[in-house]
């Protein structure tokens, strides 16, 4: 494929880039009104070297909360994997007046506030992921409660979660998902989706129960929204296997999910999609700045699952 050829002058590859436009034929798809790409010559090239490599070559990373799930539905907010729990049967009134009050007035405004530095944030996500779980704890929650909880949850994947989850599976790609949720919920979800694939991992919060059941305390190193690549380079045994799989599509919702691919090793191709939900006007600038696609107000895997098929598909 002429693309390919590196001897060929930038401007002129530019020049044929436009002329042969992906958006254009292969993936219809990117000209939805929700993307903006900050450099289309850029992530079509990226995407057609995914494209000549093939399924063999690729790997997915991806966030879980307001990224695989849905952020609104009908103009409400849906849950994520925390919210699951704290507006649940299995909490009690008093603590899900804590849980309600704490996060929505002065944790969550941090966590998406564009003004503020990582740095600046972390100390607030650890103060916050630390009280919710520390309130969790006291809840004596059962294991076996958990699956219900999810059934007679809000909770949804974005629409066209069957083709995402589906293709994957179909060729083989593993699916890492890295989420600062809670691991017992989250995967209660995908499971209740019918959608948990021998390819599908997770890395999350996971809960400790007593010899009862009961929730007793959470396992191993606490993972919040700006932590996830320490978690991941913490984790060298998980990635050794898809070290050979130097092509990665990543797809978060926050900032603290661009990094979420650093432990991977001799990465050659990486394309990131970032889902703007909340505070669009503020953050758009900074999305665009960082994401190779941005998805605004997009509920669906619309655009996911339209790369991940022409990735997939034969020469
Ligand atoms: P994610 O990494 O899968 O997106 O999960 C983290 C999200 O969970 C993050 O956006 C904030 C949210 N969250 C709650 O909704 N309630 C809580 O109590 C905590 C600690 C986090
Ligand atoms: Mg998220």
């Known amino acids: 494929m002429i693309f390919h050829i590196p001897w060929i002058y930038v401007p002129v590859r530019n020049v044929l880039a436009i002329w042969h436009q992906l958006t254009k034929y292969e993936i219809p798809e990117l000209k939805k009104p929700s993307v903006i790409m900050r450099d ?23 966030d879980f909360d307001m990224t695989l799930t849905r952020f609104a539905f ?13 507006n649940s049967s299995l909490i009690s009134e008093d603590c899900k007046a804590k849980l309600a009050n704490f996060p929505k007035s002065h944790y969550y405004p941090i966590e998406i506030d564009s003004s503020l530095s990582v740095e600046d944030k972390v100390p607030h996500m650890v103060e916050w992921w630390t009280q919710a779980h520390d309130l969790l704890v006291q809840q004596r929650i059962k294991k076996d409660q958990l699956a219900k909880a999810v059934r ?15 293709s994957l599976k179909d060729h083989s790609i593993p699916l890492l998902i890295f989420s600062a949720g809670l691991g017992d919920i989250l995967e209660e979800v995908i499971e209740h989706n019918g959608v948990f694939h021998p390819n599908v991992r997770v890395f999350s919060n996971y809960m400790e129960f007593d010899k009862n059941g009961l929730l007793c305390s959470f396992k191993g190193q606490l993972i919040h929204t700006f932590n996830k690549r320490e978690g991941a380079l913490l984790n060298p045994d998980q990635f050794e296997q898809l070290q050979d799989r130097p092509n990665i599509l990543l797809l978060g919702d926050s900032m603290g999910d661009l990094t979420m691919a650093d432990g991977v090793q001799n ?17 758009r600038d900074a999305y665009v700045g960082s994401y190779d696609i941005v998805l605004e107000k997009d509920e669906t895997l619309d655009i996911p699952n339209a790369i991940l098929r022409y990735i997939t598909e034969g020469k």
């Open 40 to 62: 289309r010559g850029r992530v079509e090239e990226i995407i057609r070297n995914m494209h000549g490599a093939g399924p063999g070559a690729l790997q997915v990373i991806s």
């Open 152 to 166: 007679e949850s809000d909770a949804m994947l974005r629409d066209g979660y069957e083709v995402f989850f589906g």
């Open 267 to 283: 990465v050659q191709n990486i394309l990131r999609i970032g889902y703007l939900n909340d505070k669009v006007e503020e953050r």
């Open 74 to 86: 009908n103009g409400k907010r849906c849950p994520t994997s925390h919210n699951i729990l704290d």
